[in-house]
């Protein structure tokens, strides 16, 4: 069996080093791929899912949202966000789901006691923001996204509205937007991929406007392992987390979806380790 990660760029991805992995751990002859796929040539690589080799996919930058009329079903963490990260080949029918909301809540526990109430700023409004918004939203959390495009984020913010009760307001990416939210945050997540191979020398967070006194900052990017901005909230005295452990925690919940078997997380943990380490970004970027 194949599974495939479906994206554009995919060169970075430490996918197929955990997948394959795992599937060796448990005995299953499958192979996990990255396929590059630009978005004019999304539907065809979907379309071959169908086949009876194909077990499933991945689907990661910019291909979250853009994917999900061209399923079949899908179950209630794709309807609610929208967005489709995990897709099983159900003998022919493609039946999408998000792991990423599941992924990104249970890291973020493990690293920091998650207030019911606090005020929490997402930078980026693409597939893995809108992720974290219903996630965060769902925990009580009222949001700021801050976003590039204000349409995105004004469409975000509406269907938290639609169906929770999470104050949610769209801000633009400009430096006055950053310094209106840093004075109430009590959590910044980066979900743009800034900060990520070829922008590893980038950070969302502007350079002249300090971050949230107190704030727990988690950065979705996981390659290089730490991050400019992860490095950056260090240095400022913030706890901090980039996203390796949410990559393994959606990646364990995949593998469930299409295997029908427990993850082997240890495994798992062990080989996203090593291809960290391998990274040619780790040993380029100093460590707080
Ligand atoms: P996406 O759907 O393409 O969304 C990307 C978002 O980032 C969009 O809002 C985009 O704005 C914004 N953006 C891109 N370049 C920007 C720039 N130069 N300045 C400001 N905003 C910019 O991608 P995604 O799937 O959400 O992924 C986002 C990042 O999260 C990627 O780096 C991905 O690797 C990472 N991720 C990590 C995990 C994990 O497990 N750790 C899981 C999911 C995603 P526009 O709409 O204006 O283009």
Sequence with gaps: MQVELLGYPVAHSLSPALHNAAFAA??????????????????????????????????????????????????????????????????????????DMAGFLQDLRAHWQVPTGGRAVILGAGGAAR?????????????????????????????????????????????????????????????????MRPQGDLTPWPDEVPLPPSAFVYDLVYAPGETKLVRRARQSGLPAAAGGG??????????ELWTGLPAPRTRMQAALDAALERSPDRRAVPRA
């Design 26 to 99: 448990v005995g299953l002859d499958w192979r996990y791929r990255a396929v590059e796929v630009l978005p004019q040539h999304l539907a065809p690589a979907v379309e071959a899912l169908r086949s009876d080799d194909r077990a499933g996919a991945n689907l990661t930058i910019p291909h979250k949202q853009a994917v999900v009329p061209l399923l079949d079903e899908l179950r209630p963490s794709g309807v609610q966000t929208s967005a489709v990260n995990t897709i099983v080949n159900d003998r022919g029918r493609l039946v999408g789901h998000n792991t």
């Design 131 to 195: 992720a974290v918004a219903f996630g965060l939203a769902q925990h009580g959390l009222d949001l700021w996204l801050i976003s590039r495009s204000a349409g995105r984020a004004a469409e975000l913010a509406q269907s938290i509205h639609r169906s929770l009760s999470s104050k949610v307001e769209a801000l633009p990416w400009t430096r006055r937007s950053f310094s209106q939210v840093k004075r109430h945050c009590d959590l910044v997540v980066n979900a743009t991929p800034l900060g």
């Design 246 to 255: 949410m990559l393994l925690e959606q990646a364990a919940l995949s593998f």
